[in-house]
């Protein structure tokens, strides 16, 4: 397991201390539990309200190296027109938070 940054873990606690302990990667988890359906990283984004892509990106790979979040295909986004991912929850796998 990698340390965890003092930075990051500052913000974690901000967040707590604000009333929203739910990290990123819960969010991201109930959202697709939620919406049953594949889902591109952007999509996840604007679906949390996030605005920067770094806080939402490295979560979404880390479920997937995890094995929670499997790459279900490839898409043609629709704002950049570029190939990207959809991910999907690997059902069961989870429970969510």
Do not use: W
Request: charged share 35%.
């Amino acid at each position: 397991m990698s340390p965890i940054h003092p930075d990051s873990r500052k913000s974690y606690d901000e967040e707590k201390a604000k009333g929203n302990p739910k990290t990123y990667r819960a969010k991201i988890i109930a959202l697709l539990e939620r919406e049953n359906r594949p889902m591109t990283d952007r999509q996840i984004m604007m679906s949390l309200g996030v605005q920067e892509k770094s806080n939402i990106l490295p979560e979404i790979t880390r479920l997937v190296y995890g094995e929670v979040l499997y790459e279900y295909d490839r898409v043609k986004c629709e704002f950049t027109g570029k190939t990207v991912r959809r991910t999907k929850l690997i059902r069961g796998k989870v429970k969510v938070f």
